[in-house]
């Protein structure tokens, strides 16, 4: 059977109908045009629609479904992992750039016997070790999945997943425990094209739950390589969070942009035993150094363990 009719490809958009338009345009002259392709607009309040009636002229097999309501970028992933039914599953955002020349050497990936084909990496770290591979299809138009692997316990991580913003990274956590294999391209199909930092996002909607108005990278990766299954493959994981960066300087990137204390507990218990005194050297050293010195015009401040504070005056000549 042909790569065309084995593969789906999904379209998450919210309220982007112009980043859409130049996706559109972008896949209108690429080898997939004639893919099953499906916009899943997350009740947009734009011209998203219009948009997509438009090209829907110039494509043979595009689909446009719009959610009753906003599910968030997560819960618009999960519904596409729920609605994919063909041998393949491509998750696409409405904002990225392709080198379509990389097709051939996807497609050919496709062919072969691997669960999950990744067309991307980060720069400076392609790399066949599945950890490095894990980290990789966070990005969620990395990866092309084989929806075999889409399975009922891997759905229910999923939605585990939802405040991680990375629901899709549940398949990839399935494929490393079950020993499956993920293809490693020599040359980047997508091209990341990142219109927000997503390494700390916070949003100012008092009524969504606290985690999900503080996102924080580093703890919602720990999350992810949680529910690998392996405790020494898990442990090797954990040191290369953020890519390129050691496990320490993770850590304390995750400090320094705000964790509260019940998340800081949940990542001591994910990490293991040498990773837990590394982190309690990090909170020591970041927020719980015995003296830390404030100097000021008006003497030397000094704080004890957060909370004891003392002030030392400079002495004042007698007249």
Known sequence: MAIKDELEIYIITYNRANELTAT??????????DFSITVLDNDSQDNTSVVCKKFQNQFSNLKYIKNNRNLGPAGNILKAMELASKKWLWILGDDDSYNWEAWPEIENALNQDFDIVNTCWHDGAKSDDPCVLLNEVGFVSTGIYQTKNITSIVMQNAYYLTLTLN?????????????????????????????KDYSKISVKKSRLHWEMRNYNVVYATLRIYDLIEDPLLRKK??????????LKNSLEFMIDCGIDRRRLIDTFFMLSFKQKLLLAWVIFSKRLSPI???????????KLFWVIKTKICPLKKKK
Do not use: D
Request: hydrophobic share 35%.
């Open 237 to 246: 994981c954990n040191e290369i969070i953020c890519l390129g960066n050691s």
């Open 292 to 302: 830390q010195f404030y100097r000021t015009n008006r003497g030397i401040n000094i």
């Open 167 to 195: 629901p899709h990274s549940a398949i990839a956590a399935e494929v490393l425990n079950k020993g499956g294999k993920i293809y490693a391209p020599s040359q980047k199909l997508v091209l990341e094209n990142m219109t």
């Open 24 to 33: 559109f345009e972008s896949l209108i002259s690429s080898p997939v045009r």
